[in-house]
């Protein structure tokens, strides 16, 4: 079956620790993003990958990294530079490059990130 | 600036009745509409979606109501079932963003027996 995979689905970072979240797909998918949830704040992009090798940042980049090498995969570090990252991260993906298909994203099952 | 609003945090509905959730928004070069639901500690999953071409979409219990003049979507669910119960999220797509979509903050649904 086809989806999405994120992994860890726990995770705890001690502060001033890098940690990477990892996702991925095997749809076939061209596009793919990062979302973080905060209670109150709905969906907030970090960046999206339209295409291999090229990524751009979205709406609250900072102290976040991410890299493109293969389609199947995008994933996304919380370095140390992230002043509040305890939040619940959820990657996706979407069909083309420029089109978003009927369905919009499909989303992994998200995984939650605890600084302790 | 908040794009996608969805300005109730919280509904709670009886079983059976309808539930309206609403969502405005702002940008007036969003083409298409789409709402997700999520449970707790899981991704959000695709529910139904609208052009701006449309004014009404339907699938089966599920119903969204676009109004361009106002900018404002709603969602129905009829019957509500307790299985309903999640968080609903509205997102729109911009035509000149690409494949991004602006997602509002969420309304969280309650179904109760």
């Known amino acids: 079956d086809g989806g999405i995979t994120q992994s860890p689905k726990y995770l705890f970072r001690k502060e001033g620790q890098n940690v990477t979240l990892s996702c991925e797909q095997n749809l076939n998918h061209d596009a793919m993003y990062w979302y973080r949830q905060d209670p109150g704040q709905g969906l907030r992009l970090i960046y999206y990958?339209?295409?291999?090798?090229?990524?751009q940042k979205g709406d609250i980049a900072e102290g976040y990294s991410v890299s493109r090498e293969k389609k199947e995969s995008f994933p996304l570090t919380v370095t140390s530079a992230q002043k509040n990252p305890t939040a619940f991260y959820l990657c996706?993906?979407?069909?083309?490059?420029?089109?978003?298909?009927?369905?919009?994203?499909?989303f992994g099952s998200g995984t939650r990130l605890t600084v302790v | 600036d908040q794009q996608v609003k969805q300005n109730s945090p919280s509904l709670s509905v009886q079983e059976g009745r309808i539930s309206i959730l609403n969502c405005d928004y702002t940008?007036?070069?969003?083409?298409?509409f789409l709402w997700y639901k999520k449970y707790p500690a899981e991704g959000p999953t695709f529910l139904i979606s609208?052009?701006?071409?449309?004014d009404k979409n339907e699938d089966g219990r599920f119903t969204v109501f676009l109004n361009k003049s106002a900018k404002h979507l709603s969602l129905h669910i009829v019957p509500s079932q307790p299985g309903d119960s999640a968080v609903y999220f509205c997102?729109?797509?911009?035509?000149?963003?690409?494949?991004?979509?602006?997602f509002g903050t969420g309304t969280q649904l309650k179904v109760e027996l």
């Open positions: 996706a993906s979407s069909i083309e490059r420029g089109r978003l298909g009927n369905y919009g994203y499909t």
């Open positions: 997102a729109a797509h911009d035509t000149g963003g690409g494949n991004k979509l602006t």
């Open positions: 990958s339209q295409i291999v090798n090229d990524f």
């Open positions: 609208i052009s701006s071409i449309k």
């Open positions: 940008n007036s070069m969003f083409d298409y």
